[in-house]
């Protein structure tokens, strides 16, 4: 119905910069919440930054002022800009979408996770 879509990954020095992307297709009405997650081996999931609908955005403390979070309505994206990357950040990258679909004439709204994208820092 809803698939998720996250790109640009990969390895990067301390310091640098990656831009993640997440691209929502499928029978989408809206979407609601748009979040980044991380998840580092060995540790639990963790909430990275989300944007909501009305482009109100939180983040996690240890990415304040380094990362930001944005979304294009109009190509069902969301984007994570991350600078000053430290080591400490290396984790699979998920994203996560509250989307409104119609389910049998009538909405409904699901949680839809992208597949996640390895970012390395490492000099």
């Known amino acids: 119905q809803v698939q998720l879509v996250e790109s640009g990954g990969g390895l990067v020095q301390p310091g640098g910069s990656l831009r993640l992307s997440c691209a929502a297709s499928?029978?989408?009405?809206?979407?609601?919440?748009m979040k980044w997650y991380r998840q580092a081996p060995g540790k639990q999931r963790e909430l990275v930054a989300a944007i909501l609908s009305t482009g109100t955005t939180n983040y996690a403390d240890s990415v304040k002022g380094r990362f930001t979070i944005s979304r294009d309505n109009a190509k069902n994206t969301v984007y994570l800009q991350m600078n000053s990357l430290k080591s400490e950040d290396t984790a699979v990258y998920y994203c996560n979408e509250q989307v409104q679909v119609w389910v049998r004439g009538h909405l409904e709204s699901r949680d839809y996770w992208g597949q996640g994208t390895q970012v390395t820092v490492s000099s």
């Open positions: 499928g029978s989408i009405f809206n979407i609601n919440a």
